[in-house]
């Protein structure tokens, strides 16, 4: 089965940086991303991870831990524009390579 | 680029209606497409996996029979509610992969369509 849990909600401010965890536990892994998605638009692509490490691109970073099944989206020099929901989702290793999404976490910045 | 286009991006229907959904990869390939569904504040839940030329394959709990998908060629799939009822109003976001390679990254999502069922 696939269980894969983010915090609900996260609050920060304009210019901090933020940290949004997820874990996962999945009968099949090959490999993790993270999207941004507004009230009532499709996701959008921020980041892909499949090999253990940091991978950065530009005020966006994410991070993996296969052995621990732990994964984190770090956003830097938070905007107002930030303020959305942020989506962790498992590819699993079938041959449809299914993506099976987390419960997402809606991120409120404020001025 | 790839993009996917979905259509209708809303749409309203009485009770008891069938409602059809298109989902195109407008300068890909595709033959493997996701149907998800996305209730208020909360995440993308997948329905059913769907493959030309072949049956889609339904998620856990989903009805096959309510939830018709057809993937007819490859660059079109489409998700039918029938018989809708005001418990099936959600948001549905279609994606796409352009092929089964394991080093290919990103999925490709649809607008998403807004139903309502009144």
């Known amino acids: 089965g696939q269980n894969i849990d983010q915090p609900t909600e996260m609050t920060a401010t304009e210019g901090a940086i933020v940290q949004i965890n997820c874990t996962y536990q999945?009968?099949?892994?090959?490999?993790l991303f993270w999207y941004q998605q507004h009230a009532g638009e499709a996701p959008t692509f921020l980041s892909y991870?499949?090999?253990?490490g940091l991978e950065e691109k530009g005020r966006f970073s994410s991070f993996l831990s296969r052995s621990k099944g732990y994964s984190y989206l770090l956003l830097k020099e938070l905007q107002m524009k930030d303020s959305a929901s942020y989506l962790c989702?498992?590819?699993?290793?079938?041959?449809?390579?299914?993506?099976?999404f987390g419960t997402g976490t809606r991120l409120l910045v404020s001025p | 680029g790839a993009v996917v286009s979905q259509h209708p991006s809303r749409v309203i229907c009485k009770s008891g209606t069938s409602v059809k959904i298109e989902c195109r990869s407008l300068?890909?390939?595709?033959?493997?497409m996701f149907w998800y569904r996305q209730f208020p504040k909360q995440s993308l839940m997948l329905m059913a996996t769907?493959?030309?030329?072949?049956?889609?394959?339904?998620e856990q709990g989903v009805e096959k029979d309510k939830f018709l998908i057809n993937h007819a060629s490859l660059t079109l799939s489409t998700l039918t509610v029938t018989s809708a009822h005001p418990e099936d109003s959600s948001f549905y976001i279609c994606?796409?992969?352009?092929?089964?390679?394991?080093?290919?990254?990103?999925?490709?999502f649809g607008q998403g369509t807004r139903l309502t069922v009144v």
């Open positions: 300068d890909f390939q595709a033959t493997t």
């Open positions: 994606s796409a992969r352009k092929s089964r390679s394991p080093g290919e990254t990103e999925a490709f």
């Open positions: 769907s493959n030309e030329g072949s049956k889609a394959t339904y």
């Open positions: 999945t009968s099949g892994f090959n490999g």
């Open positions: 989702a498992v590819r699993d290793n079938t041959g449809f390579q299914k993506l099976v």
């Open positions: 991870n499949v090999l253990d």
